[in-house]
T-cell receptor, first 114, second 110 residues
Framework: DSGVTQTPKHLITATGQRVTLRCSPRSGDLSVYWYQQSLDQGLQFLIQYYNGEERAKGNILERFSAQQFPDLHSELNLSSLELGDSALYFC?????????????FGQGTRLTVV | QQQVKQSPQSLIVQKGGISIINCAYENTAFDYFPWYQQFPGKGPALLIAIRPDVSEKKEGRFTISFNKSAKQFSLHIMDSQPGDSATYFCAASRDDKIIFGKGTRLHILP
């Protein structure tokens, strides 16, 4: 168990809908990272928050947004969902700010868009 | 275009053998090269990582070899065990960017 908690584990929703994925980082970690894993694109970095502020941005679509709250938990909001958004979404956390440090992954949320 | 090319896509090794997975990167600004292990239904877990100031790092049965001039690095798993059967991802990162390889599905025959 990495200590990173993601909810829900599974989510099935229809095209056009909006969902929110939640992540609680390991105790003491200040950084939260969001990743998308799909068969065709592999594992891709979406966005990072550090101590409440957006710090780095990867291949995140404009329909997607995230935030980190004062208690350091984070939410990833996916809107106007398309079939191609079906994927595993992982959250990771670390104490340090950079992407070039050890990070601990949660078990993921499997999103299915039908 | 920044990529991390990982090979092979899949690998079958006999128990007790050596598993070798290779990665190549393009951007010389990357300064952290981790390997992640992922079991079905689980998130990736950091296995071992290296920075470009050393050419090799060993942790137990796992070794990273790093060739800075060739922009290549590899993971060696010595005495491979059935429990090592998983998908392995390499990555190259810097402070504000990380790119993963496409993964290698490793199967260790008992």
């Amino acid at each position: 168990d990495s200590g990173v908690t993601q909810t829900p584990k599974h989510l099935i929703t229809a095209t056009g809908q909006r969902v929110t994925l939640r992540c609680s980082p390991r105790s003491g970690d200040l950084s939260v990272y969001w990743y998308q894993q799909s068969l065709d694109q592999g594992l891709q970095f979406l966005i990072q928050y550090y101590n409440g502020e957006e710090r780095a941005k990867g291949n995140i679509l404009e329909r997607f947004s995230a935030q980190q709250f004062p208690d350091l938990h984070s939410e990833l909001n996916l809107s106007s969902l398309e079939l191609g958004d079906s994927a595993l979404y992982f959250c990771a956390s670390s104490f340090s700010a950079g992407l070039n440090t050890e990070a601990f992954f949660g078990q993921g949320t499997r999103l299915t868009v039908v | 275009q920044q990529q991390v090319k990982q090979s092979p896509q899949s690998l079958i090794v006999q128990k007790g053998g050596i598993s070798i997975i290779n990665c190549a990167y393009e951007n010389t600004a990357f300064d952290y090269f981790p390997w992640y292990q992922q079991f079905p239904g689980k998130g990736p877990a950091l296995l071992i990582a290296i920075r470009p100031d050393v050419s090799e790092k060993k942790e137990g049965r796992f070794t990273i070899s790093f060739n800075k001039s060739a922009k290549q690095f590899s993971l060696h798993i010595m005495d491979s065990q059935p429990g090592d059967s998983a998908t392995y991802f390499c990555a190259a990162s810097r402070d504000d960017k990380i790119i993963f390889g496409k993964g290698t599905r490793l199967h260790i025959l008992p």
